[in-house]
């Protein structure tokens, strides 16, 4: 993988090995991406891969999407989703990402996002679409990421 493709998280922060060798292997072989997704998709992970406890997993459903649920771990070993970052696979040229969010863990002040009800893990959330590369909307979904794990640590 290319210097920009490589996860900066351990397979440690994985709930298994397997999640962390099947997420791996997507993205070795995702190798046509003119919309520099893979990127966004790296960034975004290793944004949430670098907050204190986080604990990934990662639920490949080829041809449909490839869902990394990103999540906190509590003392007692229970571990709450903050966000999930799903890689939509409908199409083999052209994969896009959903981010999704509990809808009480996050604002969307620029109005980018949309409302699905029971659509994440059966709870109301917010998915945020991205199609291709944008910086500045990469930068809001990272701050949504933010707003997400500390609106969770609060509970």
């Known amino acids: 993988?290319?210097?920009?493709?490589?996860?900066?998280?351990?397979?440690?922060?994985?709930?298994?090995?397997?999640?962390?060798?099947?997420?791996?292997?997507?993205?070795?072989?995702?190798?046509?991406d003119e919309q520099d997704i893979k990127g966004a998709f790296v960034r975004l992970t290793d944004r949430f891969s670098e907050k204190t406890g986080a604990v990934l997993s990662f639920v490949p459903r080829p041809g449909i999407s490839y869902s990394l649920r990103a999540g906190i771990s509590a003392e007692d070993g229970a571990v709450t989703l903050v966000t999930l970052i799903d890689i939509v696979d409908d199409d083999p040229d052209s994969k896009w990402l959903s981010v999704?969010?509990?809808?009480?863990?996050?604002?969307?002040?620029?109005?980018?996002?949309?409302?699905?009800?029971?659509?994440?893990?059966?709870?109301?959330g917010y998915c945020f679409d991205l199609f291709e590369s944008d910086e500045g909307f990469i930068s809001y979904l990272e701050?949504?990421?933010?707003?997400?794990?500390?609106?969770?640590?609060?509970g």
């Open 100 to 124: 999704c969010f509990y809808d009480d863990r996050v604002t969307d002040p620029d109005g980018e996002g949309n409302m699905v009800p029971k659509g994440v893990l059966g709870i109301d």
């Open 1 to 32: 993988m290319a210097r920009s493709d490589v996860l900066r998280m351990q397979e440690s922060m994985f709930s298994s090995g397997e999640d962390f060798r099947n997420l791996t292997e997507i993205l070795e072989k995702w190798t046509r």
């Open 143 to 154: 701050q949504r990421i933010d707003e997400a794990y500390e609106n969770t640590l609060k």
